[in-house]
Every structure is written in C-alpha cells, then in structure tokens.
C-alpha cells in the first residue's frame, strides 16, 4: 500500500516562502513521476508542478517562483514556494504515478493535502 503525507504548509504573508514535503511510504519513487496539484474553496483541483526522471514541469502561474525537487534516498517530494500570492492559498496534494505520462491525470496515489493560506 502506497502512502502519501504532506506536511510543510501555514499561514505566510504575500512575498513569503514556505517548503512542502510529501514522504512517501510503501514503494520507492525513485522511477515514480511525482506531482503537486493544489484546489482553492470552490474550484477544481489544479495541477501546480510534476517531476519524473531528469524532467521537472509547471504551471505557467507558478513558473519561476516554484520549484519541485526529490529526494530519492529519502523517498520524499518537495515544493519549494517563494513569492507567494494571495492566489496561492489552496489545500496543495501530493501525487504519484507508477509510470510517466500526461501531467494533468492519471495519478494512482494521493496524499491528505496541505493548507497554504497567503495573507495579503
């Protein structure tokens, strides 16, 4: 059984940074593609940031402020978040998928998920 906790998220003010981590448990991700997508109060869940082998990708919001990283060794994800916005508060989710594909679907594993709150 594949397990997914997140943890990392809070409150910060507009400008701020916060990291999240996913730790995985149950399988290695060492060949897994990774993924954050994140859903604000009365919207649909949104991809934010993959990673698989040598690859990372984004979404064009978060282009440039984001960055996702893995730590094999440690079978854990990362979000790293600079620049935050007031557009940026979401529950964020980590997921996984046993084999590479499309970014935007597909994921067989998902975590609880996260709350970002950015105060303006």
């Known amino acids: 059984q594949v397990q997914l906790v997140e943890s990392g998220g809070g409150l910060v003010q507009t400008g701020g940074s916060l990291r999240l981590s996913c730790a995985v448990s149950?399988?290695?991700?060492?060949?897994?593609?990774m993924a954050w997508f994140r859903q604000a109060p009365g919207k649909e869940r949104n991809f934010v940031a993959g990673?698989?082998?040598?690859?990372?990708y984004y979404a064009d919001s978060v282009k440039g402020r984001f960055t996702i990283s893995r730590d094999n060794a440690k079978n854990t994800v990362y979000l790293q978040m600079n620049g935050l916005k007031p557009e940026d508060t979401a529950v964020y989710y980590c997921?996984?998928?046993?084999?590479?594909?499309?970014?935007?679907?597909?994921?067989?594993?998902w975590g609880q998920g996260t709350q970002v709150t950015v105060s303006s």
């Open positions: 149950g399988r290695t991700i060492e060949t897994y593609q």
């Open positions: 997921t996984a998928r046993p084999t590479s594909g499309t970014w935007y679907q597909g994921y067989s594993y």
């Open positions: 990673i698989r082998t040598g690859v990372t």
